[in-house]
Nanobody, 111 residues
Framework: QVQLVESGGGLVQPGGSLRLSCAAS????????MGWYRQAPGKQRELVAT???????NYADSVKGRFTISGAHARSTVYLQMNRLKPDDTAVYYC?????WGQGTQVTVSS
């Protein structure tokens, strides 16, 4: 029913920036149903950024002030702008829409 495709990951140096994209198809787009999560090897998946019921951003404390979630409603796409990246941001980043997951995109922050 719902297909989610993440893109934009890669290798970046500490202090650098990346923008992740999540394109949704197979269902209507709702900004408050979309969110970003991440998972490092051997660690539990954690919330990065979501929307409240009112459509306002909600961030994990570890990324607050550095990451920004946004959406392009007409294109059914959600973005995650990541600035001032740190090595501990290294993880596979997953898009979630109404409880369904994309395949993930790898982000590696290293010198």
């Amino acid at each position: 029913q719902v297909q989610l495709v993440e893109s934009g990951g890669g290798l970046v140096q500490p202090g650098g920036s990346l923008r992740l994209s999540c394109a949704a198809s197979g269902s209507i787009f709702s900004i408050n149903a979309m969110g970003w999560y991440r998972q490092a090897p051997g660690k539990q998946r954690e919330l990065v950024a979501t929307f409240t019921a009112g459509g306002r951003p909600n961030y994990a404390d570890s990324v607050k002030g550095r990451f920004t979630i946004s959406g392009a409603h007409a294109r059914s796409t959600v973005y995650l702008q990541m600035n001032r990246l740190k090595p501990d941001d290294t993880a596979v980043y997953y898009c979630n829409c109404g409880g369904q997951w994309g395949q993930g995109t790898q982000v590696t922050v290293s010198s």
